[in-house]
């Protein structure tokens, strides 16, 4: 069956809050969180890659990266290009500061009215927020069921879409109709490298923020063709209430935050017994190092 | 209106441990707020649980019993939980950070307009004075939880808008029946008057058991053994401490080539490279090989019966002992700790 299907990743740039290693630690042994390369959120990934896998089984489908962030995540898009991917867009707008994830999922969602996918291809969880929540409420906010924790998409049966589940203590293989939302797990494959062709065509590919920035710093500035240009997306441009987006539109506050401390630079000997061995596991649950 | 909601999960033909933990923790909730303590409980043959939700100090028991329901699928469920809030009102609703309810409560929470904590490991009453404006809230939730892959413990409140959802992570609270149930009631949800055939658009079509894979790298804790495990049986020691503390294992190439572990296990220079949180070396000597791929981890607690093993050397806590003593310790006192 050939069958063009419009699929739209959602990718979020995170910081690699995953291997905290000793060089991203302050003195007091916290986590130094701007030492932390700003990275495409991992689980994000094995959701390209389902999407390109797809799009390889369905000649003339695209796939497209939606991102929300600053400036910078135009990032995103480009390293969607470097995979495969035929494009992409970067909804940035100083009104969607400060969103939970309800407001996230409300700006997200008024983007993808703008693009009528036939899929929505999300990952699992961001690892700064770590809630997994954004990929379900996007489906609700546009009335879509989801399937969420697959591991691969499998293909169509029925004119549906079969997809393997990872849940605690087996799989489950669904069938759902499109258009649907589908949040992909990290068992999931990886994602496969950047090509090389793909990367030399689209390293230029710019937002218009990063061009006027680009022409104001760079001694060498580089005019990137309008084919490559990244469009921006804000508030005005995808409609829908202002007061959902951002802070007035997240009804969680974070009211406090507590960095953990790794303690213990020098090493502690201790023996076996269970007074000693006590006393450190009672220690890493009062860090949250565990539990 | 304004009650506690427990949602109640079932595996198995089991109410779900996560579910009774709720129950548990939700009884000292409405104690402090003065309100009454609910649980939702949807399924095909869910009736049976009546007598043990009321051993956990459930007063209402919604029932949304149908032969339709007897898995999970997310439309009729959230369906059925986005009718009784409506209805119902409650302050606070509270599921199992699962994969059922990190798929359901997400779906309600946006339906609903209300804000939804993930992954809480804590959960007190407090108050919240906002900077801003000056406005006083009294009791609130306040849902406390790890974000940033662990490295902050963030408390969330949720002041204007009800219910306060969370999820809450399974094995953090106390599961405790009282000594004597309470007298409550069986309210029976009218499943058809509120679910659609369009709900059940997605089909189940195949479920089963399957061993999960192996993912060292994206694991925070990893508890790594080596040729001093002794055995494979041995093995199940540190698969046991890993389960409890949400941790994976890993293992030293001469464990490997021991055949105590799969070779997906081995970290090191031919293995692969982690920066974990938390690092527990069991019965490894500290090989350059080995510690090439462990040496950036945030901590490292090695366990080796040896004084002089170089393990020792790189490590914030070295534990000189027997890792068959030591390690049925430390799943004791974290059992004994963390509640
Ligand atoms: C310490 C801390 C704790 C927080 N706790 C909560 C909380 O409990 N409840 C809450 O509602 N909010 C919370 N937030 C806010 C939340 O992190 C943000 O709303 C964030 O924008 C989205 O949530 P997430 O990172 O958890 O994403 P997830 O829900 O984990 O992301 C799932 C998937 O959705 C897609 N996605 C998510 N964000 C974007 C994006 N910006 N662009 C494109 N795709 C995206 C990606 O495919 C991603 O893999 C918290 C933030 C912090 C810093
Ligand atoms: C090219 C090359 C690449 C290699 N790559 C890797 C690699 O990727 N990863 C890797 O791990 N190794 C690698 N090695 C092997 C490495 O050199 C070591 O041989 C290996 O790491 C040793 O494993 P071990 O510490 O488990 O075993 P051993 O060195 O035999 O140490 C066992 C330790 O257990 C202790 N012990 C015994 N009984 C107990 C007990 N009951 N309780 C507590 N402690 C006990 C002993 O005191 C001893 O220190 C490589 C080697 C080469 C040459």
New binding site residues.
């Given amino acids: 069956m050939t069958k063009k299907l419009k699929i739209v990743v959602?990718?979020?740039q995170?910081p690699d809050t995953r291997n905290v290693g000793k060089n991203a630690m302050k003195e007091d042994g916290t986590v130094n969180r701007a030492a932390l390369p700003a990275i495409f959120?991992p689980?994000?990934m094995n959701?390209l890659e389902q999407a390109l896998r797809l799009k390889d089984r369905h000649p003339g489908s695209v796939v497209l990266l939606?991102?929300?962030?600053p400036a910078r995540a135009a990032e995103i898009i480009r390293e969607g290009y470097y995979r495969g991917a035929d494009g992409g867009v970067l909804?940035t707008d100083r009104k969607f500061a400060g969103?939970?994830?309800?407001?996230?999922s409300y700006a997200?969602a008024m983007a993808l009215k703008k693009m009528h996918p036939d899929i929505i291809i999300?990952?699992?969880?961001?690892i700064?927020?770590?809630?997994?929540?954004?990929?379900p409420q996007v489906a609700e906010k546009l009335n879509l069921p989801q399937v969420t924790y697959a591991e691969e998409i499998v293909g169509f049966e029925k004119n549906k879409l079969v997809v393997k589940r990872r849940l605690e203590r087996g799989v489950e293989s669904v069938r759902t109709p499109l258009p649907a939302v589908i949040?992909v797990h990290a068992t999931a494959p990886e994602c496969r490298p950047r090509n090389a062709k793909q990367l030399m065509r689209f390293k230029h590919a710019r937002t218009l923020t990063e061009e006027q920035d680009n022409e104001h710093n760079s001694y060498l500035p580089v005019i990137s063709p309008e084919s490559l240009r990244i469009p921006e997306w804000g508030v005005a441009d995808v409609g829908g209430e202002e007061s959902h987006y951002g802070l007035s539109g997240?009804p969680?506050k974070?009211k406090k935050?507590e960095n953990i401390v790794f303690q213990a630079k020098e090493s502690k000997r201790l023996t076996s017994s269970f007074e000693e061995i006590d006393m450190l596991m009672t220690e890493l649950i009062s860090s949250h190092t565990i539990g | 209106m304004d009650n506690i909601i427990i949602y109640i999960e079932t595996e198995g033909g089991k109410i779900s441990d996560v579910s009774l933990e709720l129950l548990t923790k939700g009884r000292t909730l409405a104690g402090e707020l003065s309100c009454k303590l609910e649980a939702l409980i949807i399924g095909s043959s869910v009736e049976q649980h009546t007598q043990e939700l009321f051993n956990y100090g459930a007063e209402t028991i919604y029932l949304a019993q149908d032969k339709r329901l007897e898995h999970y699928l997310t439309l009729p469920y959230s369906a059925i939980t986005i009718d009784l809030f409506k209805k119902e009102r409650p302050q606070i609703a509270l599921f199992g950070a699962t994969s059922v309810g990190r798929d359901l409560a997400p779906r309600v929470s946006s339906a609903l307009v209300s804000?939804?904590?993930?992954d809480c490991t804590s959960l007190e009453i407090g108050n919240h004075k906002e900077a801003k404006s000056g406005k006083e809230y009294q009791n609130l939730l306040y849902?406390i939880?790890p974000?940033?892959g662990g490295n902050?413990i963030?408390t969330?409140i949720n002041p204007d808008c009800r219910p306060q959802m969370a999820t809450v992570r399974e094995g953090v609270m106390k599961k405790e029946p009282l000594a004597t149930p309470v007298k409550g009631v069986v309210k029976v949800i009218e499943t058809k008057e509120i679910i659609k055939t369009e709900d059940f658009v997605v089909e189940i079509i195949e479920r089963h058991i399957e061993e999960r894979k192996i993912d060292i790298k994206g694991s925070p804790i990893i508890i790594a053994g080596g040729f001093g495990v002794g055995s494979k049986e041995n093995f199940n020691l540190l698969y046991e401490l890993a389960s409890v503390l949400g941790a994976e294992v890993g293992a030293s190439r001469a464990a490997v080539d021991a055949g105590f572990a799969e070779g997906a296990r081995q970290i090191g220079q031919t293995g692969i490279t982690v920066r974990p949180k938390l690092y527990i070396a069991a019965g490894i000597s500290g090989q350059i090989q080995h510690t090439a791929g462990m040496d950036q981890s945030a901590m490292i607690i090695s366990i080796n019966s040896d004084p002089n093993a170089p393990i020792h050397q790189i490590a914030d806590y070295a534990i000189i002992g027997d890792m068959n003593e030591i390690i049925p310790r430390m799943i004791k006192s974290y059992k004994l700790n963390s509640k």
């Fill in positions: 959602l990718a979020k995170v959120n689980e994000d959701a939606l991102t929300m962030g909804l969103a939970d994830t309800l407001a996230t997200l999300a990952g699992r969880q961001a700064d927020g770590d809630t997994a929540q954004v990929g949040t997240s969680t974070v935050i | 804000g939804l904590t993930a849902q939880r974000a940033f902050i963030a969330i």
